[in-house]
């Protein structure tokens, strides 16, 4: 039976440090990391999402602000706001939140913030400097999984790891990072052939193919690591992971649980790298 991995819980510890460092940080520098998000329209995740993000800055002892947008606001007045923040010293972190309505450009909107404020680590910039080697901001999802392998001593060096999943949020950069920690590295996805084959040569399986319990125990090697990035709704409306639980656990040596894992992970480095940039602002 595998071992959990408690995300909830180490990000606890973290956030709890992070907060101790903000307090040097003022105490010493006169300085308060400042994250700002922009939330465009009134869509119901998302809603969830930003308050549980201005609830863990404003408990890491940062200041906080989210700018509400109706759904109807042009690209224009947005790319105007972005540019106004990424000009005032304040603020140190700037977060739009995704999706945006069809009518904005999500690229020129992710071009637009300054990749030394760009906290979620999508700006080309950011993500040509993880690719060649120079990491600065980054991912925050991918960002947390490394943690949490650091926190629970998984050593990825020579090991096969195989993410299932491609976007540039989680899989191209969890590509990168495991290849930095010297682990040999394949990125599958949907249209992969023989991707159950293929799953069960990896001793760390990292999921993010948004299906609902897609990876069963016939895609897991004995004694794997697997990490869950999946946030999926059942048909009883029960939040589940890409991972089905209960019969992979049997066989992982590892596991993240949904929810519980990789979910408060991802906000805790958001808000470590808001900390981060506020100290390279010195």
Do not use: C
């Amino acid at each position: 039976m595998a071992t959990i991995i408690d995300g909830k819980g180490l990000a606890k510890k973290m956030q709890l440090e992070l907060a101790e460092k903000t307090a040097k940080l003022k105490a010493k520098e006169g300085i308060v990391p400042g994250l700002v998000v922009i939330l465009v329209g009134d869509n119901p995740a998302s809603q969830v999402y930003v308050r549980n993000k201005e609830r863990s800055a404003l408990a890491a002892g940062f200041r906080s602000q989210i700018i509400r947008l109706p759904e109807a606001v042009t690209q224009t007045e947005l790319l105007g706001i972005i540019d106004t923040y990424n000009n005032d010293s304040a603020w140190h972190g700037i977060l739009v939140q995704l999706p945006l309505p069809d009518h904005i450009d999500e690229e020129q909107v992710l071009l637009a913030i300054d990749p030394d404020k760009d906290v979620d680590g999508f700006h080309p910039t950011n993500m040509g400097k993880l690719w060649s080697g120079h990491p600065v901001m980054i991912p925050s999802t991918p960002a947390g999984i490394m943690e949490m392998l650091r926190a629970y001593e998984v050593d990825l060096s020579g090991k096969t790891a195989l993410v299932i999943g491609r976007s540039n949020i989680v899989g191209k950069p969890m590509a990168q990072m495991l290849l930095d920690a010297n682990a040999t590295v394949t990125i599958a996805h949907s249209r992969t052939k023989n991707l159950e084959q293929l799953a069960r040569t990896a001793d760390i399986l990292i999921v993010a193919i948004g299906r609902g319990n897609f990876i069963t125990k016939d895609f897991v090697k004995d004694g794997a690591v697997v990490i869950d990035v999946g946030m999926n709704r059942d048909q009883q409306g029960k939040l589940v992971g890409d991972v089905a639980f209960d019969e992979v656990a049997q066989l992982a040596s590892l596991i993240t649980p949904v929810p519980g894992g990789v979910g408060p992970m991802t906000i805790t480095m958001l808000m470590e790298q808001t900390y981060q940039a506020a100290l390279r602002s010195l």
